[in-house]
């Protein structure tokens, strides 16, 4: 005999369930006891974790609206890993204190759920390849997220009003509004993105006036060894690529006016592409040149100019490294996402140590998101490019009515295996005259130049002093 809710069409799990099994899923790598917290604390590992997850995948406005929920929401799950009341304060104090040793585990365990898809998207089968990219997040003008998020030295001077009946040019305009926007407090986030499964991989954040090269020096230890990272302008300079090349990691980086190339320097044995960094004051300093591989793409209004450290091409080939660049607008897409779509733009917190934790838990809960939908969408057979605005939706529907039985073509796997943008074909929206907000030039080209005389004498003859002291050492 066929259950009642079966011969209703309604399926025989809720939604609290559902997110239950999709929570469990996700946290699978992670042990109970991998964090210990005090005897009396009612918390556990787990119960921290997925209340911290369905705080983040909450869509109430206010920070306290979705704990609330996301408590609910545990309570209607039938945890025990969760204190049935506590207030908001308390779990803030509980999540800043294990946030680092939490989100730790959580992005191991998210990884491993990742190799579990088959096949790679990334443009090289010898790669693994990791956009690096970085972004600014504002947060809220408080004297704790200015302390900490303003940039260090800021002119704080009142500006002179203009005279009655005068009119401010529009470039002054905007150079007010510039510097306007470089003295809130902002958060620096620098991610490593994953092409091949188009999901981030991790990410480190600091003050506004942090460096994105020290964020990627950090984050360098938690790569593959076929890793091959591929970046922007922001990631230029004779220190950063040589500690690349030291660590044997291998890059691909577009160049633009700010960089001076050499050719023709006789340094190795040269082919085609074969170029050298070499700033002057490293030359000057006994520092051996850089060798690389100069990549010139036509694009779609203008060359783009890519160095590699990859200089066999039959390791990687131009037309691959050309495809592997236009990958890279993934990761802006996935910035787009969070700031826009997820309506991370700007964090609400109050304090910096709840800034830092509200970011982290809110990556945290769109990748998760992103990875359990294309989990489902495999399981399902089903290819297309998943629709974020959709699975937005689908979780947030999922918290409201957590104790709902929905129809069995409405349940959360079910959702989310048709959650696809949509298959028409767009037009290409690049001549539309709306207004831009961004008045920036077009990106130059490098500056390359053929290899003088006197340099390439200094070349070798700190070569050979090189080659003299690795041997007398």
């Known amino acids: 005999m066929l259950h009642r809710d079966q011969l209703l069409g309604t399926a025989s799990t809720t939604y609290a369930q559902e997110l239950e099994q999709a929570i469990s899923w996700l946290v699978s790598g992670i042990a109970s006891t991998c964090v210990v917290f005090r005897k009396d604390c009612a918390w556990d590992a787990r119960g921290l974790i997925m209340a911290a997850l369905l705080w983040a995948w ?94 260090k030295g800021t002119s704080k001077r009142r500006k002179k009003q203009n005279g009655r009946g005068r009119k401010t040019s529009k470039k002054r305009l905007r150079q007010r509004a510039i510097q306007k926007k470089a003295d809130s407090p902002q958060c620096v986030l620098t991610m490593l993105y994953h092409l091949g499964t188009r999901l981030p991989w991790n990410w480190r954040h600091g003050p506004s006036d ?148 509200e970011l982290e838990w809110s990556l945290l809960g769109l990748w998760a998101m992103q990875l359990y939908a294309q989990h489902q969408l495999q399981e399902a057979g089903v290819t297309g490019t998943l629709s974020i605005a959709k699975i937005l939706r689908i979780f ?14 409405e349940s959360l796997v079910t959702l989310l295996q048709a959650a696809v943008i949509d298959r028409y074909q767009r037009r290409d929206k690049r001549s539309r005259g709306y207004p831009r907000k961004k008045y920036e030039p077009s990106t130059k080209p490098p500056t390359i130049l053929d290899a003088t005389q006197e340099q390439k004498t200094l070349a070798q003859y700190i070569r050979q002093r090189t080659k003299l002291k690795g041997l007398t050492a």
Request: proline fraction near 4%; aromatic fraction near 10%.
């Open 58 to 151: 909450s869509s109430e406005q206010t920070l306290g609206d979705r704990f609330d929920q996301a408590l609910r929401t545990s309570a209607r799950i039938g945890s025990e890993k969760t204190p049935p009341r506590t207030s908001y304060n308390a779990f803030m104090k509980l999540l800043v204190r294990w946030t680092g040793a939490l989100q730790s585990l959580l992005k191991q365990s998210l990884r491993a759920r990742m190799k579990e898809f088959p096949g790679d998207e990334s443009g090289t089968s010898k790669y693994e390849v990791f956009a690096v990219d970085g972004t600014k997040i504002r947060t809220s003008r408080t004297a704790s997220n200015e302390a900490w998020f303003s940039p």
């Open 210 to 357: 942090a460096s994105e090269r020290d964020h990627v020096r950090e984050l360098k230890s938690d790569l593959p060894a076929n890793a091959l990272l591929v970046m922007d302008g922001g990631f230029v300079g004779y220190d950063f690529w040589k500690e690349l090349l030291e660590n044997e990691m291998a890059f691909v980086v577009r160049v633009g006016g700010n960089v001076r190339l050499l050719k023709q320097l006789g340094f190795v044995r040269e082919s085609h592409g074969t170029i050298y960094l070499w700033p002057d004051k490293n030359a000057r300093g006994g520092q051996l040149p850089l060798v690389l591989r100069l990549v010139v793409v036509q694009g779609a209004r203008h060359p783009w100019y890519l160095v590699t450290s990859v200089r066999d091409r039959k390791r990687l080939s131009d037309r691959e490294i050309a495809r592997i660049y236009r990958r890279r607008w993934g990761i802006e897409v996935f910035f787009r996402h969070f700031k826009q779509t997820y309506q991370r733009g700007k964090l609400r917190s109050h304090k910096a140590e709840h800034v830092e934790c």
């Open 396 to 409: 947030a529907e999922a918290i409201t009515h957590a104790d709902a039985r929905p129809p069995q073509h």
